[in-house]
């Protein structure tokens, strides 16, 4: 074989090599509140952030969304503007060549809004139900008194606007 050829053989390889190389990230946005589907397809970007790259998409309509060409690395995966009840950030760590798909549960509303009434959605009761209190929160305790049932849960000091209003104790669970 002559040089030319040798050469011509060898780039080819080490680009096809390099290509065969790349990544992809796929996923959808599992909608807990469908009503509001045209809205989430029109205002919600995904995020991807590395060290080296930092890419933003829109949602296709069915809700999904696709990275290509991507290198091995770690990536960052977040959602704008956020999910409710938190903010949640996802951390992928692409192999070369590898694809991964990743299925992310998305509330573009507060889900505690409907939880307003103070029935427990689980036993769907009321009588087990207190109110949740945020910030700091003092409490007198006097020696040898037998603890009464609580009037309140602690629900911790830092404030958001998506946060619930009502603990059940019956069944553990803050809504």
């Not at 069915?62 to 009840?85: A, G, K, M, V």
Request: glycine share 4%; with cysteine; charged share 25%.
């Amino acid at each position: 074989m002559t040089k030319k050829i040798k050469l011509l053989i060898f780039f080819v390889s080490t680009f096809l090599y390099g290509f065969s190389q790349t990544g992809k990230i796929t996923g959808k946005l599992d909608l807990k509140d469908l009503e509001n589907k045209k809205k989430v397809i029109s205002n919600t970007f995904i995020i991807l952030t590395s060290k080296t790259l930092n890419d933003t998409i829109r949602l296709n309509e069915d809700l999904s969304f696709q990275f290509e060409n991507l290198p091995s690395d770690s990536f960052r995966l977040s959602i704008s503007p956020h999910s409710y009840p938190y903010d949640n950030r996802y951390i992928i760590h692409l192999k070369s060549g590898e694809n991964q798909n990743v299925n992310i549960p998305y509330n573009s509303v507060c889900p505690y809004e409907k939880t307003k009434s103070g029935i427990c959605p689980i036993c769907k009761k009321k009588d087990e139900v207190i109110p949740i209190s945020y910030g700091l929160l003092a409490e007198r305790i006097e020696m040898n008194k037998k603890p009464t049932k609580r009037t309140y849960y602690p629900g911790g000091c830092v404030i958001s606007d998506c946060q619930p209003s009502w603990f059940c104790e019956r069944d553990q669970k803050e809504f």
